[in-house]
């Protein structure tokens, strides 16, 4: 089963700083009109968080602006959320998605920010 495999969420404190990974397989990755962040918070729906094209025009969530950053290194099919100033509503599970004919996704991995 295709799946596309996040890392590096933790435990940080308000105003750090985390980045996550998203490794995809080639295929999709070359594939893919679009790689994602979404994330979810307890009690909440899923949300997006950041997009990034193949042409690599990107959009953010009105909340993120000015403080996350998606990013993507095409040889080695990966995508990154850069993601400074954090703050405790930014706690969810994060997870990297991949839109081609339909929708990829990773497991999500959790970050969590205190106050």
């Known amino acids: 089963q295709v799946q596309l495999v996040e890392s590096g969420g933790g435990l940080v404190q308000a105003g750090g700083s985390l980045r996550l990974t998203c490794a995809a397989p080639?295929?999709?990755?070359?594939?893919?009109?679009?790689m994602g962040w979404y994330r979810q918070a307890p009690g909440k729906q899923r949300e997006l968080v950041a997009s990034?094209?193949?042409?690599?025009?990107?959009a953010y969530a009105d909340s993120v602006k000015g403080r996350f950053t998606i990013s993507k290194d095409n040889p080695s099919n990966t995508v990154y959320l850069q993601m400074n100033t954090l703050q405790p509503e930014d706690t969810a599970v994060y997870y990297c998605?991949?839109?081609?004919?339909?929708?990829?996704w990773g497991k999500g991995t959790l970050v969590t920010v205190s106050s």
């Open positions: 990034i094209t193949t042409g690599g025009s990107t």
């Open positions: 080639g295929i999709i990755f070359s594939f893919a009109t679009t």
């Open positions: 998605n991949a839109k081609l004919d339909v929708d990829y």
